[in-house]
């Protein structure tokens, strides 16, 4: 597959303009919130290409990426959408409107399934085996052709898998659990903000 990747420092330049419908991922330095900062944000329109935003570390001002993801009318795919919005919480100081996480749907829609993570709903639905090799390499300085290629693959192909997760929920009568699932996701991530990490809902 021929991806068209382009990167951009700080924010999204003016013209660049999104339908109704992106995929997102996020690159940071570690998952500790406390310890670790967001370093690069990543949208697919659906199309093989991939925009990857290199934020400025010293301010986070970027208006134009941050009006796109306060868009209501722009349905956001994520894959744990948690930790994203976590980050995307502190560093741009603003709440995602209108989210889907395929890990979510993976979890009620695949009960056949213990797996979940990105790369085995790929091999699955998109029947291609990526490499999350680089998933633990330093995305915080000068970036690499293949740091590139591996923040692209991780957003590309999420408008299929949503899809097909989807016709999965519809299938099986599950979509309005999944409905009411995804509304608690922005509770779950103040939780997480506040931190409350334990499962509040145990005994």
Not at 122 to 150: A, H, M, R, V, W
Request: a neutral charge; proline letters at 1%.
């Amino acid at each position: 597959m021929n991806l068209d990747i382009k990167l951009h420092k700080r924010d999204l330049p003016d013209e660049i303009k999104f339908s109704d419908k992106i995929a997102i991922d996020c690159e940071f330095t570690g998952l500790n919130i406390e310890r670790d900062r967001l370093c690069l944000l990543q949208i697919s329109s659906g199309i093989n290409d991939a925009h990857i935003i290199q934020l400025d570390k010293d301010n986070y001002d970027a208006p134009n990426l941050k009006n796109v993801l306060s868009d209501r009318k722009i349905n956001k795919l994520f894959h744990f959408a948690r930790a994203d919005l976590l980050f995307i919480k502190k560093y741009l100081k603003i709440d995602v409107e209108n989210v889907n996480c395929t890990k979510i749907m993976s979890k009620i829609a695949r009960s056949y399934s213990d797996k979940h993570g990105l790369k085995d709903l790929i091999k699955e639905f998109i029947n291609i085996d990526i490499s999350k090799q680089l998933q633990t390499s330093d995305f915080g300085g000068e970036l690499t052709e293949k740091q590139l290629k591996y923040c692209a693959q991780d957003v590309v192909y999420l408008h299929k898998i949503y899809e097909s997760l989807l016709k999965i929920l519809i299938r099986e009568k599950r979509i309005d659990l999944y409905s009411k699932t995804i509304k608690f996701i922005s509770t779950r991530v103040d939780l997480d903000f506040a931190s409350f990490k334990e499962d509040i809902w145990s005994h």
